[in-house]
């Protein structure tokens, strides 16, 4: 009883790590519901906080693992969630060597990411892409949309490009700021990635992220301004495509130039 008791009742959320904790349960499960389950034994979940959305993955056939940097939600973890046993890392997910505990396994990442570091979280997960097949979580709802973003838009850039070459991306559903404490200046919205099927590249992986994060970092300028830090050949620059702007070439676009410029000698 005395246990009992003592047992931490809340963790208050912290605005340095971005903590909003999500209230509504209905959500939670759906989150949760959106991993397919296919192709891996284990998951992920990054920030779990109180583990509103921990409890409906604990009732999935699969390990589920979380990563949680703030100790106080550790410690909630570690009284409330006994299942969790030998499964809570407390360690910064952006910096943690994530193979100390899957050792090169295949692994699913979810979670209700807090919105300061999302997109380092996209980006760290695409190193992790070999063993990553599924991908699934709340962001910024601009953040989220985003990602899934087709060419075209203001909103297509680095992160969609970047994301797409290796995975579908699906953005599933908004989420209002009243489901959270506290609540949030913004909308979230709930993504899913796949890994695509094949997804190597018929190019080099580290000149197709060059390309492409050059190409955006001047996104109003046409690929031929934008891309003149690679000393281009003035053959190569007469091609049609570099009279585009980076906003107007789709992924296999971005693959296809990334093939050109290694052709040109880069």
């Known amino acids: ?17 971005g903590q909003h904790f999500l209230k509504d349960e209905s959500i939670a499960k759906d989150i949760a519901d959106t991993l397919n389950l296919e192709g ?23 390990n ?8 106080e939600s550790v410690t909630y973890l570690d009284q409330n969630y006994p299942k ?24 699913a ?4 990411f807090p919105y300061n570091i ?34 075209g838009t203001k909103a297509y850039g680095i992160l969609s490009v970047l994301v797409q070459a290796f995975y579908d991306a699906e953005y599933l559903f908004t989420v209002d700021e009243n489901v959270f404490i506290p609540p949030p200046k913004v909308k979230s919205g ?26 955006f970092q001047q996104r109003r300028k046409t690929l031929r301004n934008s891309l003149k830090t690679l000393n281009l050949s003035d053959a190569l620059r007469e091609d049609e495509v570099f009279n585009l ?9 971005f693959i296809e130039l990334t093939q050109k410029i290694e052709a040109d000698g880069i």
Request: positive net charge; glycine residues 4%; proline residues 3%.
């Open 1 to 17: 009883m005395l246990a009992k008791y003592n047992k931490m009742e809340k963790v208050t959320a912290k605005k340095h790590l």
């Open 40 to 62: 891996y034994d284990d998951v992920l979940e990054i920030g779990p906080g109180m583990g509103v959305l921990t409890k409906y993955l604990l009732d999935k056939p699969v």
């Open 64 to 71: 589920t693992y979380v990563i949680e940097i703030d100790t």
């Open 84 to 107: 969790l046993k030998d499964k809570i890392i407390s360690k910064d997910f952006l910096k943690y060597n994530i193979n100390e505990i899957f050792e090169g396994k295949q692994f």
């Open 109 to 112: 990442i979810i979670g209700n």
């Open 118 to 151: 999302s997109t380092q979280i996209v980006f760290r997960t695409l190193e992790y892409r070999h063993q990553i097949p599924e991908f699934a979580g709340m962001f910024q709802k601009e953040v989220a949309q985003r990602i899934c973003e087709k060419k």
């Open 190 to 215: 709930v993504l899913r990635l796949r890994r695509k099927q094949d997804y190597s590249l018929p190019c080099g992986e580290k000149l197709f992220f060059t390309v492409v994060k050059t190409a």
């Open 245 to 253: 702007r980076p906003e107007q070439l789709n992924v296999e676009q």
